[in-house]
């Protein structure tokens, strides 16, 4: 079989991939892997903006930026990466400007910034209500300009580790149904999040997790997958999302009785709180039979902002309104509940975006990740809205240096005779008759449990629940049917290997989910409602084995803010 040799991979062709690649393109020959055209990629769904300091509407501070990330990740961000994080952004933002990012304007020219979710000053730069899309177009063009190859709809499925270095990967040919082999001097994992493990999320169909159960079956870890972020304001039903930028705009949460309940949660900042605090408070509402019309759903009152303005700022939230709950935001309120939105954790790497293999911080030589697979922790246990397109282009970016540093030291290295074993198997198991159960059955069984039993509020005997359906769902899949054998654009194979993703990484959230008895930022345990610092201050770790994941553990980098309460 021909083996492509190429110097440097980059997986994924959102933000974080192709800001990767516009970097090491300067001095190598780099090419993006992609399931889905690069320029569809989640990134291009983000509607609220990107975060900076730049002070443009007032006075504002790297400090300020970086002390608001580290109590909004409630103490569990290294925060040697987030004063990375917030200290690059400037510079990043302009560099995407001076390569023709549109964004919003003030009168007198700026860059404009609104307020948003636990951010202290307004510090979102955003283009209207369609910053990701802007901006992964912007990067889109400079790759065309830079001539970097891009092989499209072709899917990773495997891994090569040889002695424990990144040595290549295996890649099925979407339009042809063939395996490839790369071999590869540096291999940046940029794959993107993990939303479709849940039955209501605002994530794109693609967004499957795969490369977090590829590197997870190698035998390297991934890190804190209990800390999901559920977005406050899905649509209700789908949970297309709402962007927090229609409250950083000045809309209201409203429950059956008018009431702008956040006043009970977080009095000082209302709904601009943090979102792990106003999804809570916004479930609480539900639960405790608030909602409207006793519904699972409260409202979002936008009618005071005026049409003017919502047309101008907020066009696609208009649209979406209309269209898939059949609501005219300049009217009527917004139908909301919370939504599975974001992975703070992910593929561990350090400041330089070198995947680790251990709670030491032993790097895994050749292998690189960047963006929302990763978890270089800047996030800690909960993000603040606008920090991930600027994670993504800051740490995309690191990556591209890192690579370009690290390759000198590096030449290719023999691929092992046995490295298409993996992935043949797992296409011909898929392919030879095994049984009658139905892909989508499996799917929607555990999308469920996952959204009713691994939510905004946690507690032992739901997660134990999750756990064992994950388990009955894990046997059920050694019998599932694949009706389509050809190879031409057989979706039906690709959806039964992204559902082996889920499978994998979703036990992992849950038994890390069980495992971890305190709250902290997204993870909330009904029957540990508090904060543990003693215990578990620290980053979860957790390992493959066949009986199901193992766990270590790894200390937290604490530099500038000690651990306080927090309150907003
Ligand atoms: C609706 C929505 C709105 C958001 N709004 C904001 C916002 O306003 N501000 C903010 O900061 N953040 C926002 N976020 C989060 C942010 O958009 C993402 O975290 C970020 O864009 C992720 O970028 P990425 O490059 O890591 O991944 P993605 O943009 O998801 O790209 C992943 C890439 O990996 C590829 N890929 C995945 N698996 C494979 C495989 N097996 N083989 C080959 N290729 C593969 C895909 O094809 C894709 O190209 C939002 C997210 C959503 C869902």
């Known amino acids: 079989m021909e083996i492509i040799k190429q110097e440097v991979l980059i997986i994924g062709g959102g933000l974080a991939g192709m800001r990767a690649a516009i970097e090491t393109s300067s001095q190598l020959d780099t090419a993006i892997i992609a399931k889905i055209h690069p320029a569809r990629s989640h990134s291009g769904a983000a509607q609220g903006g990107i975060a900076a300091s730049l002070g443009n509407s007032q006075a504002d501070s790297w400090e300020e930026h970086m002390f608001d990330t580290v109590k909004g990740g409630d103490y569990l961000g290294d925060q040697d990466s987030i004063e990375i994080l917030v200290k690059e952004a400037p510079e990043n933002i302009y560099e995407l400007e001076h390569m023709g990012a549109a964004f919003s304007r003030t009168k007198d020219g700026k860059i404009a910034q609104r307020p948003f979710g636990g951010h202290s000053n ?76 849940f039955k209501i999320t605002s994530n794109a169909h693609t967004n499957t997790g795969d490369g977090l159960s590829i590197i997870y079956r190698a035998g390297l870890p991934l890190e804190d997958l209990e800390f999901v972020q559920f977005h406050p304001t899905g649509l209700y039903k789908q949970g297309i999302l709402v962007t927090e930028g229609a409250r950083g705009e000045g809309g209201y949460l409203l429950n059956k009785d008018a009431e702008r309940f956040m006043q009970k949660y977080a009095p000082k900042m209302m709904e601009i709180a943090p979102r792990d605090i106003v999804a809570r408070a916004i479930q609480t509402e539900i639960d405790d039979g608030r909602g409207i019309d006793g519904k699972d759903y409260v409202h979002l009152d936008l009618r005071h902002l005026g049409g003017e303005k919502i047309l101008e700022l907020l066009p696609q939230i208009h649209e979406l309104a209309l269209m898939f709950s059949g609501v005219d935001c300049i009217k009527k309120p917004i139908p909301i509940q919370p939504t599975a939105h974001y992975s703070m954790g992910g593929i561990p790497v350090d400041i330089n975006c070198r995947v680790i293999k251990d709670k030491n911080n032993t790097i895994v030589p050749g292998l690189f990740a960047a963006g929302e697979c990763a978890c270089v922790s800047v996030h800690g246990a909960n993000r603040l809205g606008c920090n991930s397109l600027l994670e993504a282009v800051v740490f995309g970016r690191r990556a591209g240096k890192t690579v370009l540093n690290f390759i000198k030291e590096f030449n290719f290295i023999d691929l092992p005779d046995n490295c298409l074993d993996l992935a043949k ?17 499996i799917r929607d069984d555990l999308q469920y449990t996952m959204t009713k039993n691994c939510g905004v509020f946690r507690k032992e005997e739901e997660l134990r629940t999750a756990l064992e359906t994950i388990k009955k ?68 770790l957790a390992y493959y084995s066949k009986d199901g994941p193992t766990f270590d553990y790894k200390a937290v980098k604490i530099t500038k803010f000690q651990p306080q309460e927090r309150k907003y």
């Open 122 to 197: 307004p510090r979102a730069c955003y283009a209207a209500d369609l910053t990701g899309h802007i901006l992964l177009h912007t990067l889109y063009e400079q790759l065309i300009k830079r001539k970097i190859k891009i092989y499209n709809e072709y899917y990773l499925l495997s891994l090569i580790l040889r002695n424990g270095i990144a040595a290549g990967i295996v890649v099925y040919d979407i339009k042809s149904g063939e395996l490839v082999i790369f071999q590869s001097k540096a291999i940046v994992f940029a794959t993107g999040g993990y939303g479709r493990a």
């Open 425 to 441: 198997e797992e296409i011909n198991t898929f392919l030879t008759p095994r049984g009658t159960e139905i892909l989508a059955d």
């Open 473 to 540: 769902l894990k046997t059920r899949f050694g019998f599932v049917k694949i009706t389509d054998k050809s190879k031409i654009y057989n979706t039906e194979l690709l959806e039964a290997i992204e559902l082996g993703h889920i499978l994998d990484f979703a036990e992992v959230i849950v038994v890390g989910a069980i495992l971890r008895k305190e709250s902290r930022g997204g993870h909330f345990r009904k029957d540990f409602p508090r904060r543990d610092d003693e215990n578990w201050l620290k980053h979860t």
